[in-house]
């Protein structure tokens, strides 16, 4: 993940009521760096700052059930490695249940 060149498209995508995952959670500070720099510096408070932002830094499923999906209608996914296979499908149809649309 080029979270330099990606924070251009986030920043630009991103309303009140959009979401930001960050998968997977060992990348966080290298989003938050990237993201806002405030937030890197307040390491302690990396979770909490990025969360009042509607970002989140995730692991997978079990990460997702924690996330009121109901007050997002946009969701930004941003994964370090090209996912694939049955453990990664899951994961997306999980965000996917949370909304009234289907994988593409």
């Known amino acids: 993940m080029n979270y330099r ?6 920043k630009k995508e991103k309303t009140t009521h959009t979401i930001t995952l960050v998968q ?3 990348m966080g500070d290298l989003f938050a760096y990237y993201y806002n720099r405030d937030v890197f510096t307040d390491y302690k408070n990396v979770d909490a700052d990025l969360n ?3 970002i989140y830094l995730i692991s997978g499923i079990e990460s997702l059930k924690t996330i009121d999906f109901t007050k997002y209608n946009k969701v930004i996914l941003t994964q370090t490695f090209v996912q694939q296979g049955k453990e990664n499908e899951a994961f997306l149809y999980e965000i996917v249940a ?3 649309t289907a994988l593409c």
Do not use: G, L, S
């Open 98 to 100: 949370h909304y009234n």
């Open 5 to 10: 060149d990606a924070m251009v498209y986030i």
């Open 24 to 26: 997977t959670r060992d």
């Open 52 to 54: 009042k932002e509607n």
